[in-house]
Structure formats: C-alpha cells, structure tokens
C-alpha cells in the first residue's frame, strides 16, 4: 500500500504569457475513484501553481510534474563545461536560473537563456544554436536515456526550437521548484521522506504507455478513449463525452498511474540512479 494518500499530476507551460492552456492539474485519492481536474474550466497561470503547492496542496500528496527537474551534468561532467560559474548540482542551478530571470514576469527564463555564458549551450529560436549545442539532438540526462530504453523519445533540455521542445517549461519549472523553498521535497534530489507530501518529475507517456496506449499515440483527444486508458489502470470512468483536451487527459491519466504505481519500490530506486545524480541531474518517476 502506497503511503501517499492523494496523487496529483501537472501537465506544465513555458509559453509565453500569462495564462496557458497547457496547464492542467489533475488529483485523484486512493482507492478507484474517477480523477477529477483541479479547478475546471480554469486558466492557470505558473504562479498560481506554485502558489496552490504551497497553500493548498492536500497534505501526504504525491505530486508529478512534467518538466525536467535538470539539465544533463553525468555526460560532461558539468551542466555547462568551459564555465567556472557552472553551478555544483541541481539546486544551485534552479537558485541561478530564478536570480538571473528575478525581474521577468510569469516566471519566465529569457532572462537565462540569453545570457552570455548558458546560451551558448542552447538551441534557441531564429536558427540561434549556441557553439556548444552539439550536433544532433543535443544532450540528454541519464533518465532521457532510460526513457529512450522504454521506447520514449525525450527531447534535450538544451533544445528551446520546436512544437515538442521542452527546454523552456523545463526551466520555468526550476523556478517552481525553487520557490517552494524546502517546503515540499523533491524526489530524488531530496531522499523520499517517510511522510509528508513529495514532488517528483514526470512523463506523461510513461503513464499513458501504462494505460496501453503505444509510445506514438500516446495524446488523448477524445472521453471514450481516456475512460478506456483510466479502466487500463483500475479507476473508474471519468465520463467525459466527445472531445477533450490533450493537457487534461495526460494529467487525469497520469494522477491516476501515479495511484497505482507509487508503492512499488523499483519505481523509487532505478538500477541507473545514483547518489551524485540525482543531487545534479533528478529522475523520472517511472523511468526503469
């Protein structure tokens, strides 16, 4: 039995604005109960988010964010080599991303990714590559090559250029994680506490993967194919008839694989997890 006693899962932006449509929270309780979204109808904003962790989050939730926690470290052995500034672990780098963006509104990172020293490790809008993007894909955290083994296909946290890059949501994510100050802990980063409530990383398609959708189709659109992935995973139909939208069906999915899933030990400590990566690069819950 999982010590969790409410799961929540944040489909997460780092477009432009104010309010985004890509948000969506999602929370379900233990037993099969259908999830249901967190303020429906809503427009959310990244502030708002944080500031619902901090002042409304049920108490022993496990929380799952889709963003990267951090940018590759293990391949380099730095997040940014050829920088004396480059911060030590995964910590100090959320502490410099939100210092460098402090006056940018809506918890934006241009303030970041235009600086001297990170951009020339980002691929950037306007065919602005950094001269030390690599070739390809760009690099990848220890965790995006097990996604890569589950048959995902993660993108480089590095890759700010494209409708499936990840970069942007992931660092406005880091000024999240920064700004709960401690309050909540962040798994791995923080070692799983005994009680309390816990935020960890996530990828939608890992759950959707589990609710038998395949790693290609994994987007719901539509209410009979969600309640059919919901069924997949033990909980009762969320009845939504006709369309939906992809960013509430991966959080309502996701809220409820985490229901599942989170008493597994083998989820919490991956064979490729080790101690000095997780201070620096995080983890994937559910990658293997």
């Not at 233990?30 to 959310?44: K, N, Y």
């Not at 995006?144 to 890759?159: D, I, L, T, V």
């Not at 990828?203 to 069924?231: C, N």
Request: glycine share 10%; proline share 7%; aromatic share 8%.
């Amino acid at each position: 039995m999982s010590r969790f006693a409410h799961f929540v899962a944040i489909d997460w932006s780092g477009a432009a604005g104010e309010r985004h449509k890509g948000i969506a929270l999602a929370h379900c309780t233990t037993g099969d109960a259908a999830p249901a979204l967190v303020r429906p109808g809503h427009r959310w904003s990244r502030q708002e988010v944080l500031d619902w962790l901090l002042h409304h989050l049920p108490s022993d939730s496990l929380v799952g964010m889709d963003l990267g926690q951090s940018l590759p470290f293990a391949d380099c052995g730095a997040f940014f080599p050829g920088w004396d500034a480059s911060p030590a672990d995964a910590r100090a780098l959320w502490a410099m991303v939100d210092t460098l963006c402090a006056d940018e509104p809506h918890l934006g990172v241009n303030g970041f990714v235009d600086a001297t020293e990170p951009s020339r490790h980002f691929r950037r809008h306007g065919g602005r590559c950094g001269d030390r993007f690599p070739a390809g894909r760009g690099r990848l955290r220890v965790t995006e090559r097990a996604q890569e083994a589950m048959g995902c296909k993660p993108y480089s946290n590095f890759n700010l250029v494209g409708a499936a890059q990840v970069g942007k949501s992931s660092l406005s994510g880091m000024r999240v994680l920064h700004r709960l100050g401690g309050q909540i802990a962040v798994w791995p980063i923080d070692p799983l506490p005994p009680q309390g409530s816990v935020v960890c990383e996530i990828y939608t398609t890992i759950a959707a993967m589990a609710a038998g959708r395949p790693a290609s189709r994994s987007k719901i659109r539509d209410g009979a194919s969600l309640d059919h992935a919901l069924a997949t995973l033990g909980s009762a139909p969320f009845g939504h008839a006709g369309a939906i939208d992809d960013h509430q069906s991966d959080a309502l999915i996701t809220a409820a694989w985490l229901r599942t899933v989170a008493h597994m030990p083998a989820l919490w400590h991956p064979a490729a997890l080790t101690p000095e990566i997780a201070r620096t690069e995080g983890w994937t819950f559910g990658a293997t």
